[in-house]
């Protein structure tokens, strides 16, 4: 038990960590002989106070979760006037060469992985996968599951290898999604979008892996096929390639769906300060009713605190609910 929550307690007892519990979480703790809870926990900028200056390097830095996290807590970051990158994008003759193929429209996910298998999938990557390339998927893929030939296994997280530039194929399969709670809570605790957290991680985490490849030679020539799951990677990818040529590559597998790219949407998305002004106005609405049956509690049982009164309110609709408490410790 202490071992399995030892990481909890860490965080709990480190003034520069905050840590916030769902209210579900808290209320279910224990219940019917259970203790499973969920926390949520993240690093304060107060840990770099000691310091005159702070220089963070890293590529692609504004869609990163440090940046979108530290600056809803009014931290301001600036480029460094002492240090000039030469090519701060990639160029449009590298965008060229790049040829980015994905084989689902919906989001990539283990369930589908699991629902199709992994050696399904790669059996039908074989006619568009010829020759050398470097691969990566979960721990969770056995290297039997691959079955093309003269593949090199990565792990997903390939930062910083570069020793395969003259590979001019990739295959990125790993799905890398966020749970449920954890969406939910970045997106009432800093307004961070699902799209955006998906982005500064996972699909982040595809365009590091594809980048092992020949696309490192700023003056290379050969045109490189990489091969991703979604539609939602593929777009990011093509962002920060400018130039680069994206197609949907049917693989012949119904659970993966077919192209619906040319397919009109019934009715336009909402942007996600549509979504935010409408979650906002709910909670308030619903806090609203909150304050209104505390008043009536209060003068039912003729107490000055509703806590104190023999029934407990809640605005939320179920103990299951995966709003955040108000608390942090």
């Known amino acids: 038990m202490i071992k399995v929550t030892q990481p909890l307690w860490e965080l ?20 019917k002989g259970k203790a ?96 050398p390339h470097i691969w990566a998927a979960n721990k969770d893929v056995e290297d039997w599951h691959w079955k093309l030939e003269q593949g090199t296994r990565l792990p997903a997280v390939a930062h910083g290898l570069n020793d395969f530039r003259d590979h ?4 990125f399969l790993a799905a890398l999604n966020d749970c449920n709670p954890h969406f939910t809570w970045m997106q009432k605790q800093w307004g961070i979008e699902p799209c955006e957290l998906s982005r500064a991680k996972a699909q982040e985490i595809a365009y590091q892996m594809i980048m092992r490849t020949n696309l490192r030679e700023a003056d290379g020539t050969e045109e490189v096929t990489v091969i991703v799951p979604d539609r939602r ?27 619906n790219r040319n397919t009109p949407s019934k009715a ?44 407990q309110i809640s605005f939320e609709g179920s103990i299951f609910s995966r709003t955040i408490a108000a608390e942090t410790f």
């Not at 970051?77 to 701060?88: E, G, Q, R």
């Not at 996600?272 to 049982?301: C, F, W």
Request: glycine share 6%.
């Open 12 to 31: 709990l007892a480190n003034a520069h960590w905050s840590v916030a519990m769902t209210r579900s979480s808290w209320q279910r703790a224990g219940y």
């Open 36 to 131: 499973q809870m969920i926390a949520h926990a993240w690093l304060k900028p107060a840990i770099l106070d000691g310091w005159n200056r702070v220089t963070i390097m890293g590529a692609n830095f504004e869609h990163s979760l440090m940046m979108l996290v530290w600056s809803r807590q009014d931290v301001i970051f600036v480029p460094d006037d002492l240090i000039h990158v030469a090519a701060p994008k990639h160029s449009a003759a590298t965008g060229a060469r790049c040829r980015v193929l994905y084989i689902r429209e919906k989001p990539w996910s283990k369930t589908v992985r699991d629902k199709i298998g992994i050696p399904r999938i790669t059996g039908a990557l074989q006619a568009s996968v010829a020759g």
């Open 168 to 171: 001019t194929r990739a295959v």
């Open 233 to 259: 990677t593929a777009d990011y990818i093509c962002h920060l390639l400018p130039g680069s040529k994206q197609h949907f590559l049917d693989l012949g597998i119904p659970e993966l769906g077919s192209n």
């Open 268 to 311: 336009p998305a909402k942007t996600a300060t549509e979504r935010s002004k409408e979650r906002y106005e709910r909670e308030v609405q619903r806090k609203g009713d909150l304050q209104r049956l505390g008043r009536l509690i209060r003068d039912i049982h003729g107490v000055a605190d509703e806590r104190n009164a023999p029934i």
